[in-house]
């Protein structure tokens, strides 16, 4: 053991002297992970860990499928988009059938953060305007344009000038009738006040599961007004589906899908390629249009024939393998079984989410009170248990559990037991 900790000592050395203030590292005794397959996380310690935080090896870790698919196409062909290649339109066509009309286009990014700020600029392109409304704990990546419309990572920043920020759809702490009314006039507000200071609405972006925010999903349907009330303003709507796309909602592939909407610019990136830097960004041939007309564009690595061929292997195995059932049902025993234990802890204030999406919000007993140090206690109880999960929302009080969508019964076995024991003890 002495051996094995001065080699995570040196470890954290080494990233503190190179990565400097930078590093961001989860835990307190931070994981060296060595290898993953499925849903088990394998660390040098030699113990493995149940994967509840991942959203990037979403079809599960290292599947074969996908790569076999990366290193064959690696093997033959692996360079810039500059050519025509086969396996980048077969992906395109295959990526595209799954969206409604009029969203027709697609434009191949590296991350999701790149994907935003590309939906950004199409956004300012199409309507002339600049101003931007999100939520506000949302993250939507690490741009410089992407940071301005990211609350959750503001810090001592404050609220750029062309930003409004919008309470998240909450309906559990602030109990509301109607969610969908009180965002839509929230949002109609923000949008009257940018204009009120000289600065025209280009649109709202929102994460169509408001991760960031604590994972809100009911009831579908309310983003409908929300969607209205952006287009009554003048802007375009665009779904960020970075987290909730690619059938973790387990009613489609796109999170957007569970509200009756249809986005003007739906944005992806995260499980895209099962680990394989990718994202996208799909609009209306329109919009797509109007933006290159104006400015023009050009990505060297988005869409080139190894992360077409990851995609495309991605999406082979969503369909083969029924991950969209699987989210379901897996998803709705989970909510079950927490539920359940619930009866026994009353800390567990709210579960909730669609699919494997779910958010267990933790409050003082008795009360709606958010307790973060539960969520706190719960996370590093819950990986000594070898289990590994994140918090959000505005007090990070809210459990964000979202295991790859190979998720199984053994599996939620595993979880709900570990975590009544760590309730238990706290
Ligand atoms: N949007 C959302 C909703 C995200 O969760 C993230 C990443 N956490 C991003 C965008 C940015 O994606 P990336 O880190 O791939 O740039």
Known sequence: AAG??????????RREATFGAASVLFYKQPLEIMSASGVWMHAADGRRYLDMYNNVASVGHCHPHVVAAIADQAGRLATNTRYLYDV?????????????APLANVALTCTGSESNDLAMRIARAATGGEGFVVTETAYHGNTSAVTDVSPSSFKQRRVPRHVRVVPAPDVYVNETADVGARLAADVAAAAADLEASGIRFAGMLADSIFSSDGIYADPPGFLKPVVEAVHAAGGLFIADEVQPGFGRTGDALWGFARHGVVPDI????????NGFPMGGVVTSPDLMAVFAAETGYFNTFGGNPVAAAAGLAV??????????????????LVRDRL???GNRHPVIGDVRGAGLFVGLEFSEPGSRTPSPATATAVINGLK??????GAAG???????????LVFAEEHVDVFVDAIDRVLGRI
């Open 4 to 13: 094995f900790d001065d080699r995570l000592a040196a470890l954290i050395r």
């Open 88 to 100: 980048v339109h077969t992906y395109a066509e295959k990526l595209l059938a799954t969206f409604p």
């Open 266 to 273: 739906v944005t992806m990136g995260k499980p895209m390629g």
């Open 315 to 332: 999406m082979e195995v969503i369909e083969g393998e029924n991950l969209l059932a699987n989210a379901r049902r897996i998803g709705a």
């Open 339 to 341: 539920k359940a234990l």
């Open 384 to 389: 000594d248990e070898g289990v590994l999960i």
């Open 394 to 404: 505005l007090y990070g009080n809210v459990l964000k559990i979202r295991p790859p």
